[in-house]
């Protein structure tokens, strides 16, 4: 009876722990966000967009290196865009966690499918299957 209670409590832990992990996900991206947009409207709010050319991607949003420098360099845009792509990141790892918590409870057939649904999101992503 000591075994079924303490593997009950270790997998509520263990979903506990995965959804405290998509909570402070969304949160920390949204804050990211936040600052990355009031540094933006602080130095570009007063200008008039021009609608008129489509200048498509800017450099340094496409690519996490290019996100990350401008980070550094504070700028708002590449500070609002590392926010997004955390955002995006937190369920990607929120199943890298499940594989661990079914590794865990011994549930090999739930490992394998998790492990196939992470390897279709990730090939998809870094596939470069995009046009």
Known sequence: ?????????????IQQLIGKQLRV?????SIIVFIGGVIYLSRHGHEQ????????????????PGIWQ????????NIIQLGVVLLIAT??????FSVIAF??????????????VLGIILYSMLGGLAG
């Open 49 to 64: 967009p021009s609608y008129r050319d489509f200048i498509g991607v800017r450099d340094g949003l496409a690519d996490l």
């Open 25 to 29: 996900g969304v949160v920390v991206s």
């Open 1 to 13: 009876m000591k075994q079924l209670f303490s593997n009950y409590f270790r997998d509520k832990d």
């Open 91 to 96: 369920p990607i790892i929120r199943i890298a």
């Open 70 to 77: 401008g980070v550094l360099e504070n700028r708002g845009m």
């Open 103 to 116: 590794l865990i409870e011994k549930d090999y057939l739930y490992v394998v499918i998790t492990l196939i």
